[in-house]
């Protein structure tokens, strides 16, 4: 008998890298899991994979449809669809479809999904939001703007959340990991192969770090632990932390 036994478990994202590492994990958790995924072909493999349920499509229209699939009931709710767009260019035009792209999925589908989902979990007094925000939400990213930018607002939005309703019985957790062996860091080229490669994990060890901070009723989730000293250093002295990453964005300028 597994932490999550029979409860409705929905992953967002799913198809891959993080998100099937997490519905991987809540199955063998004991859940019923519904995994989301843009890709429906990736998101049935993983389903059949795990004998969880494929509603593929929009993750930012899925909470109806992924409730029905449940039974009528969405114990755990984890926002992990994302999208990493690179940084403005001087004198280039600027990419609106990015950063519009970039916030409706990184954020807004995470105020969607909470709309839908807050007034029965208020009801009965239960319900779990799980939001993947990345190191970037707490630091920055060199190279990626948009991404830097509206992970800041996914993690403020599930602070947010989380002081709002943790009276009333609803729990949030923000998982904040910096590089994730997935097609994501991948696709970072040689910004993430400066600041990210070197430390990577693999999925599997955020959805054991995620379980672990549910147990313990943690807010924060720090697959990477010295994510904490950084983000200390960062609050300490602005000015100190911004020279260090100023460092770093020179290192990678020098290298292009």
Known sequence: MGAFQEAG????????????????????????VVVNDLD????KQVAGDIGGIAVPGDASAIVGDARDALGG????YCANAGVAADGIEPGQPLDEKAW?????????????????LLPAWLERGSGRFV?????AGLLTMIGAAPYAVTKHGALAFAEWLSL??????VKVHA?????????MLAA??????LVLQPTAIEPEAVADALLQGIEEDRFLILPHPEVAAYHQARAGDPDRWLSGMNRIQQQWEEAR
């Open 164 to 169: 709002t309703y943790r009276h009333r019985g």
């Open 73 to 76: 009931t969405v114990d755990v």
């Open 188 to 193: 970072t080229g040689s910004a993430g192969d």
């Open 131 to 135: 939001s993947t925000v990345s190191a």
């Open 40 to 43: 429906a072909e990736r998101a």
């Open 175 to 183: 998982i904040c990991p910096q590089g994730v062996r997935t097609d």
């Open 9 to 32: 478990v929905v992953v967002t994202g799913a198809g891959g890298g993080i998100g099937a590492a997490l519905a991987r994990r809540f199955a063998a958790e004991g859940a019923r």
């Open 100 to 116: 519009a792209l970039s916030w409706d999925v990184n954020v807004m589908a995470h105020v969607r999904a909470a709309q839908d």
